[in-house]
């Protein structure tokens, strides 16, 4: 079963940046596309951006159009997210996941992480 580990969350001023990390424990990682969710308090998760099996295809939430990237690290297991130009409605628990569709949908993702805290002062 396919494991990830998020860290890089944190407090952050408006207009900051921070790279939040996922991690996989194992190496089937490339076999999988990586989406990231956030979830704020009252709110349902909702999807920030995935990206495809070999680095190639993302798509992202109008929300992060402009401002957030995906990128992925199939030598590391690793995929990443570069937040920038952070505005305080990001602050959110951020969650990693991954899905053998390449999709925004939610309820398609398999595996999740704990998640991680961003918090974007104003």
């Known amino acids: 079963q396919l494991q990830l580990v998020e860290s890089g969350g944190g407090l952050v001023q408006a207009g900051g940046s921070l790279r939040l990390s996922c991690a996989a424990s194992y190496s089937t990682f490339s076999s999988y596309a990586m989406g990231w969710f956030r979830q704020s308090p009252g709110q349902e998760r909702a999807f920030v951006a995935a990206?495809?099996?070999?680095?190639?295809?993302?798509r992202y939430a109008d929300s992060a159009k402009g401002r957030f990237t995906i990128s992925r690290d199939n030598a590391k297991n690793t995929a990443y997210l570069q937040m920038n130009s952070l505005k305080p409605e990001d602050t959110a628990v951020y969650y990693c996941a991954a899905s053998t569709l390449f999709v925004a949908d939610v309820t398609r993702y398999d595996y999740w992480g704990q998640g991680t805290q961003v918090t974007v002062s104003s």
């Open positions: 990206i495809g099996w070999s680095n190639g295809a993302t």
